[in-house]
């Protein structure tokens, strides 16, 4: 089994930075792909970004293009969203999710992904 663990969520205000982590402990995920993904209150699950475990990124909403990063360090058994440029509709619970299919395209579909962290809340105020 697949533990992950999200942190480094919190309040910040709109223009500022963050960085999620997402910690895995259970197995080694180098050959994972791993993904985030968030939910807004009253707002379906939404993908936000993916990485292959060769570094292929895919990024969701053409909102988080360029403000948002990720990346993954596989020595840690940990990824990171490094998100810039913050806004208000970024505000969710933010999400991170493996898949062990070890695929050169990482997955955008919720569905594919077999663990999910319990989520970090990110609030971004005006």
């Known amino acids: 089994q697949v533990q992950l663990v999200e942190s480094g969520g919190g309040l910040v205000q709109a223009g500022g930075s963050l960085r999620l982590s997402c910690a895995a402990s259970?197995?080694?995920?180098?050959?994972?792909?791993m993904a985030w993904f968030r939910r807004a209150p009253g707002k379906e699950r939404e993908f936000v970004a993916a990485?292959?475990?060769?570094?292929?990124?895919?990024y969701g909403a053409d909102s988080v293009k360029g403000r948002f990063t990720i990346s993954r360090d596989n020595a840690k058994n940990t990824v990171y969203l490094q998100m810039n440029s913050l806004k208000p509709e970024d505000t969710a619970v933010y999400y991170c999710a493996a898949d062990g299919r070890s695929t050169v395209i990482p997955p955008t579909a919720a569905s594919e992904y077999d663990y999910w962290g319990q989520g970090t809340q990110v609030t971004v105020s005006s």
């Open positions: 990485i292959s475990w060769s570094g292929v990124r895919i």
């Open positions: 259970g197995r080694t995920l180098s050959r994972y792909s």
